[in-house]
């Protein structure tokens, strides 16, 4: 009985130097308050800064074009299932989105002095007239950019004519062009040289990423402006 009063006096100084200690880690500055509660709650995993996303330039570019050029993008159709898609200067062209594609070859022709767009449209290369393409083609003027992106089928109304007015634009790999291909493509009336903007993916059931049709193609870049275009 003697010591109950001892006792009590020492539970008090402990009580109050544990308050001390507590009010003294949790209000002692600046920043180690509630931001010390929260710490509490925060499980590692979640106290890691999350990276910075990578800054996308015009059409998705990883990085910006130099001065007097157009920033381009172009996607092939995936199958016959997910249309193809032509982006100049930040500017859908040619998408599923506003229902301007189709089956074939989707073309859009661009002024290459101001990269504005002078015509987009899409070609039906399987049931198609390919008279409606040749006289699409053949009249463009010097200095005009020509965009393609193929859709399911790219080919079986192609002829002779048809491929050299393309090779004219540039393709090295139009005489190739078979059923179901795909293909990207960038010319221009009339350059010199064939134009470094191409790619082509053969119908090979060996290597078809779809059952029947090959993987779908993209292709990015910055083209110089023309010159002259008329």
């Not at 449209?121 to 005009?144: C, Q, S, Y």
Request: one cysteine or more.
């Amino acid at each position: 009985m003697r010591l109950a009063g001892p006792l009590r006096i020492v539970a008090l100084v402990v009580t109050v130097a544990l308050t001390w200690i507590i009010v003294s880690i949790f209000l002692g500055g600046p920043g180690t308050g509630f931001s010390r509660i929260q710490q509490l709650f925060i499980s590692p995993e979640n106290s890691v800064t999350a990276e910075p996303r990578a800054r996308k330039y015009k059409c998705g570019l990883p990085q910006p074009c130099p001065e007097e050029h157009l920033a381009f993008r172009v996607v092939s159709g995936a199958a016959n299932v997910i249309g193809p898609k032509i982006c100049l200067e930040d500017k859908m062209l040619m998408s599923s989105v506003k229902d301007n594609v189709g089956r074939g070859l989707n073309i859009a022709l661009v002024n290459g002095v101001s990269g504005e767009l002078i015509e987009a449209r899409a070609f039906d290369m399987w049931a198609g007239d390919v008279n409606d393409l040749l006289k699409f083609i053949r009249p463009l003027h010097e200095g005009t950019l020509v965009f393609v992106a193929s859709y399911d089928d790219p080919a079986t109304k192609m002829n002779e004519e048809t491929r050299k007015l393309f090779s004219d634009l540039g393709s090295k790999n139009v005489k190739e062009l078979a059923f179901r291909d795909s293909w990207v493509f960038v010319g221009a009336k009339g350059v010199q040289n064939k134009s470094p903007f191409e790619q082509h993916m053969k119908n090979s059931r060996h290597t078809n990423k779809y059952e029947g049709w090959p993987e779908a193609l993209e292709m990015e870049g910055c083209i110089p402006r023309r010159s002259t275009a008329s």
